[in-house]
Structure formats: structure tokens, C-alpha cells
């Protein structure tokens, strides 16, 4: 089993992104945070690299074991590197900067949809919303419009409609917590098409930015995560031609249960941006305690501190094990669900356990605004929420080991 | 033993609650924003005395008699409830004006006492590390290095100093003060002191050598508590905005409240919050009776209660989801205000360490 990546390949994509996100990404985090600002110019050079928003699309179709190329839908049994590659790549990305990170891959979110369950058609559509600049001059982006007001955790409770009227669907409902929702050029908007259907009803759509009756709605301000936009959308009365409906001619069907399948495929990759966090404040805190002192004494000669630094070292290697393993189950086709919830679980534990005793052991150092720990300690407790909460993933891991689904 | 309260703590208790759930909850979002809490909130505060409560009467405050840390665990607590940054503001004074007045020179007392009796503020730095130069000098001493940074030194004009072997009232003028705005305590007036050679003359320096570690204990003590029972507080109104959020709103057909993995959330929560305020009040009042483990007891209170509000809030946020991560609801505020608790004075498990181990 390749848990520790020795293959070129994953020491190289570790090598290119760490540099990135050293060079790149470490010196404008502060800023983006400060200002709440999206990184457009980061955004753009990464598609240097091959982040570029089309190549999501692609890549999110090799992450499920299909071919880019290939529109035929069978499975390639061969075993993949991409989710792992995924998991190293969002390390190092968020070592850097977790907004930043999720700026840069935020399109990813509505592109693995459409990958999976898109026609030629839609992902034609997609990709041609993300070509050239937007007026602004910047590289295009896209969003994925699930979250209500009224369903966080609970995803099959949408009440957003998608009515039928001839040949087009007409949606109206608010859509909250939404990455890139205000600046988006295109949306994967998911919406509840028959009321008696429940759950199975919910089926997602593509809509361009300019579909009248999708509103980009406010901007959050938030606590973590800033360089990355989250928004509101509304939909008043906007008419979806029906071709747009993902899954209509497809293996998949286009339902919540492939949401969740999609959920599932990409937990590794955001566990592994929580391990980013935690190594990041680790590595400042370790390069602290060797050069510092206290009472005259260096800070390395005292087993408290020191012992602070085993114990957040043993949690982070745990962290990326859990997370590598479930990657390496995506990677061969296993089912991974549970190592998945708990990879991702463990991880967001781990950040925000490390970014807490780091500030705690820093002291009023880390108090001064734009200190790095205290932005990690911010950014680490999205990922106890978004992509299921902490709560969601232990009823995964418990109702995986028992059958029963825990209330 | 008594944990009734008496009709002066009970006073102070219901008029500072009326003044936290009707005035600071209030404004606390609004001054987290601007970075700066409403003039109001001075005005009314100072109406009643809070600012100057420390100072003797005769020195233009309002403090006769001994000053009764029970009592101010007691506001700390409802304040704390209220807003961090707003109770940071409120408490500041309260060291420098005991020190001063236990240990302080006639020049000492005119200084400070004049200025808060102006309206002025004071604050309270430790050099937890021992990083800053103390040298003696011109009868005095002069130090180097960067305090803070400090709630309130943005606006003080006195610091009273705990520094190893000193305890000293050092003028801000002496040094180069920046006003910062943390992401915690935003309204609390942040800033940092550069010092080089900052000169305090003999008249300003409380304590020296052992007089100075016997002092610096008992203020520490004294702050200690006060943290503790406001951290208690903060923690108490994640749980209070939690238990709201909780029983509103429904998830897979169910109040969110209903779920064990939440009950038991809040319940860890809440009992910790329970604990670390009555620790914080066990503390002082230990203080108030001068009792010889009084400070130990603040230092233990201040560790249960730093775990407690950051406990407290990062479940706060926890429970509210999504709407805990925005600043539309108040939870976020209170994970950014808890830091300051753990920061501030330094990590007293550490310093509990080194005390055990006559460091």
C-alpha cells in the first residue's frame, strides 16, 4: 500500500505546490484575509500549473474513474492516482493559505457534477461559461448552489423548485453558504423538481450567470476561510431549458444520491486541507520553540513545550494517514466512505486542536492582527462544519459500523 | 458557607445584567465592525461609576473602604457575558488603581488617580517571558523592549508593569505607542508600547526585588480572577446564543437541540462554564479575605476557565453551523474573543509549571 507517496509524481506535484504556496500564497494571505479579498491573480497564474477551470472539469472525471474523453460512462479498473494526488496537492495548498486554497479550487465543487453526471452538452456549456475574462478581467469562475437557509447538514430537505413549464424548468428558492456565489459565471443549482418525490425529486441544473432570475445575492463575512467568496444566490421565476437538467441521459441519474457519492470523493482532499492548517502552525510553533526562550531559558529545554509539539505531531501524522488511506481506497475503487468521514473528521479535530495550543503557547504574540497562528486558528473550524459537520461524519462512521443511523 | 449574595453584590449584579442585555449585547456587533465601542457605552459606564471604581473616594473615585473582588468577579462575570472588548475596558483600571494604592508613592497616586479621575485609562502588562532590559538608572529604572500587546493601551496613559524583580507605574509617553485592532476584543482599544531606555522615575516604582515577586503575586491574583469570571461569562453566552440556535432550528425533521451528540455538546459545555465561574468566585474571595492560597487559586481558575470559553465557543460555532461561521450571529465574534483570555498574562499552565518548579 503507497501510503507515503515515494513516487516521483507525488513528490513532484508536493514539490511544485509547496513552492507555490511558499512564494505565492504565504506572502499575500494576510492581505486577502484582511480585505476579505478573492486572490484573482493567484487564481490566474495557477492555471500555469493546469488549475485552470476547464481542466477541473477533466480532472474531477479522472477522480471517478473515467476518462475525460471517454463519454461512454464505464469505469476504468485501473487504479488511479488522482485522489491522492488531490490530497497532496490540497496540503500543500492550504499550508499556504486555506482560502486561498479553496479560491483556487473552488470551481472544482460544481465541475465534479458535471463531470459526473453531464452530457457532452452541459459540459460544453460549463466549460465555455469559464472561457476568457469577466469585466472585471478576471479569469472566470463557477459555483455549486446547494445550501439553504433551511438545510445545512440536512441536504434533502432543499426547498428550492424547479417547476416544469414546456420545455424549460422554472427555479425559484435562496441558496446560502455558497462558494463563489456572488462572482460565479456559471452555477450547478440543485432544486427540488417533484415535492412528493423527496429526496429523489432534488436534481441538479447548469445556469449561466446571465439566465435572468439568477441573482448573485451578498457576501459573507466570515470568520475563517476569507480570501474565499461565499455568497447567497436567489432564483426568481428563472426559466433552466430542460437539456440543462444534469443525469438526464446518463448511468448516473442526476440525484441527491449521486451529491452525496460526489461528497464522498472529495472528503480526502478536504480533510487534507485541515492537515495543511495544522502542519503549518505546527512548523511556526516548532521553529518558535527552537530559537526562543522563557525566563532565560530556551524554550526547547522545557518537556511541556516540547511535549505540546509530540502530541501535535502524533495527531497530524494520524490526521494524514486517515486521509491518505481513504484516498488510496478512492484511488482503487474501494469503497471509502468511512474512512473518508473519519479522515476528514480527524483532521478538522487535529486543526483546530494544533491552531488553539499554538496560540495558547505563543501567547500576546499571537494576538497581533495578521499573525499567521491566529488566521489558521480561524481558518481550521470550517472544516468541522462545511463538507458535513463533525456531527454528520460520525453518523457516517457509526451508521458504517452498525447499520443503524444514530439520532 | 454562604453563596448567597449580598444587597450590595446583588445590586451591582441586576443593574450590571440590565446594562449588558439591554445596552452591550446590543451594541457588541456593531463595535466589533467599528473596531470602537459607541460613545454611549462610556457615558453610561462611567455614569455608573465602573471606570473609577478602584480609585479611592478621595482621590476622585468612588472606591470606600476595602475593594471587594467577589463583587467584581460578579460584574466581570454579567459583562463578560455582554461583550468581551466593552469588559476589558471596564476592568482595565482596577489593577493599576489597587497597586497604586497598596504600594504607590504620593507622585504615583497623583499621576494615576488624577488621570482616571479625568477619564483616563490604565492597563496592566507582564513580561510573562522575561524579555524585556530592566536597568537601573537616575534613581529609577529604564527599560527596553515591546510590551503588549495590551487591551486599552491604545488609549492609557499609565501601564502598570510586572516585570521580573519590578513593578513599576510606567508613563506611556515613555515610549512609542501604536494603536493595533486585534481580531479579538476589537473594541477593546488595543495597542503595543516600544520602549528604548523608557525612563520611570523612583516615585513611580511600586516594588523592587522580593517586595516586587510578593506584589506582583497578589495583582496577578487579582487579574487572574477577573479573566477567569469573565471568561466564564463569554463561555456562558456562546452556550446561552447555542441553546437558542439549538431549539430553533430543525434538521432531518428534528430541533438540532434533540440530538444526543448536541445535548451533550452543550451540557460539557455549560458544566465547564459553571465550574470556571465558580472558581473564579472561589478565587475572589479567597482574595477578598487575603487568604494565603488565594493566588494559587486564581492561576487554577484562570487554566478551568480558559478551557472553558474556548471550549464554549468553539462548540458555539460548532452548533450553529454555517450561521456560527458568519458574522450575522454573534458565536464568531466569541471564538475570536476567546483567544485574548488564553494570551493575555501568558500560558498559565506553563507558569503554573515553573511556579511548582521555583523557576
Known sequence: ?407 | MEFGLDDEQQMVVQTVRRFVDKDVRAWAADADRAGAAPDRFAAIAGDLGFFVDAVPEAAGGMLDGAYRHTTRALRGFELGRGCAAMAALIETNVEPALAVTKWGSDAAKAALFGALAQGGFATTGRDARHALEIADGGGGVHVTGVIGPLPALGVASHVLLLAPSLVALLPVDAGTRAAITPTGWRAAKWGTLTCERAAIPADLVLARGDAAASAQAEILAWYRASLAARASGVATSAMEHAAKYAAERVQFGQAIGTFEALIRLRDDSETAALTARLMALHAAWLIDRGDATAADAASRARVVANDAVSRATIDGVQILGGYGFVNDFPVEKLMRDARAFEALLGDERFDRILARKGA
Not at chain 1, 182 to 210: H, L, M
Not at chain 1, 230 to 238: G, I, L, R, Y
Not at chain 1, 338 to 367: I, P
Not at chain 1, 387 to 394: L, M, S, V, Y
Open chain 1, 1 to 407: 500500500m503507497d501510503l507515503f507517496h515515494d513516487a516521483p509524481m507525488f513528490a513532484g506535484v508536493r514539490q511544485m505546490l509547496g513552492a507555490f504556496a511558499l512564494r505565492q500564497i504565504r506572502p499575500v494571505a494576510a492581505k486577502h484575509d484582511a480585505e476579505e479579498s478573492m486572490p484573482w491573480e493567484l487564481m490566474k497564474m495557477a492555471q500555469s500549473f493546469g488549475m485552470t477551470q476547464s481542466a477541473m472539469v477533466d480532472g474531477a472525471k479522472a477522480v471517478i474513474g473515467k476518462d475525460p474523453d471517454d463519454a461512454s460512462g464505464d469505469d476504468v479498473k485501473k487504479p488511479k492516482t488522482i485522489a491522492r494526488i488531490s490530497c497532496v496537492g490540497a496540503e500543500e495548498l492550504a499550508w499556504g493559505c486555506a482560502g486561498v486554497c479553496l479560491a483556487l479550487g473552488g470551481s472544482g465543487l460544481a465541475a465534479s457534477p458535471v463531470a459526473r453526471m453531464g452530457n457532452d452538452a452541459q459540459r460544453k456549456v460549463f466549460k465555455d461559461a469559464l472561457k476568457g475574462a469577466d469585466e472585471h478581467g478576471h479569469i472566470k469562475i463557477a459555483a455549486m448552489a446547494l445550501s439553504e437557509p433551511s438545510t445545512g447538514s440536512d441536504i434533502s430537505g432543499l426547498s428550492t423548485s424547479a417547476r416544469k413549464d414546456g420545455d424549460h424548468w422554472v427555479i425559484n428558492g435562496h441558496k446560502q453558504w455558497i462558494t463563489n456565489g456572488a462572482s460565479a459565471a456559471v452555477y450547478v443549482v440543485w432544486a427540488q423538481t417533484d415535492p412528493n418525490a423527496g429526496r429523489g425529486g432534488v436534481r441538479g441544473f447548469v445556469v449561466t450567470r446571465d439566465t435572468p432570475g439568477l441573482i448573485p445575492g451578498r457576501k459573507e463575512t466570515k470568520l475563517g476561510i476569507r480570501a474565499s467568496e461565499t455568497a447567497q444566490v436567489h432564483f426568481e421565476d428563472c426559466r433552466v431549458h430542460e437539456d440543462m437538467m444534469l443525469g438526464i441521459d446518463q448511468k448516473a441519474q442526476g440525484g441527491l444520491s449521486d451529491t452525496k457519492k460526489m461528497l464522498d470523493s472529495t472528503r480526502p482532499a478536504v480533510g487534507a486541507q485541515a492537515v495543511g492548517i495544522a502542519r503549518a502552525a505546527f512548523e511556526y510553533l516548532l521553529e518558535r520553540v527552537q530559537g526562543g526562550t522563557t525566563h532565560g531559558t530556551p524554550l526547547n529545554s522545557h518537556q511541556h513545550v516540547m511535549f505540546e509539539l509530540a502530541e501535535m505531531e502524533m495527531e497530524i501524522q494520524a490526521s494524514r494517514l486517515l486521509v491518505h488511506r481513504a484516498a488510496w481506497m478512492a484511488d482503487h475503487g474501494l469503497e471509502n466512505v468511512r474512512f473518508a468521514s473519519m479522515g476528514k473528521a480527524h483532521a478538522a479535530r487535529t486543526a483546530q486542536q494544533v491552531t488553539t495550543r499554538a496560540m495558547a503557547l505563543l501567547g500576546e504574540e499571537a494576538l497581533v492582527p495578521g499573525h499567521p497562528v491566529e488566521k489558521w486558528y480561524r481558518d481550521a473550524k470550517i472544516y468541522d462544519i462545511f463538507e458535513g459537520t463533525g456531527q454528520i461524519q460520525r453518523r457516517i462512521i457509526a451508521k458504517s459500523l452498525t447499520g443503524v443511523n444514530p439520532t
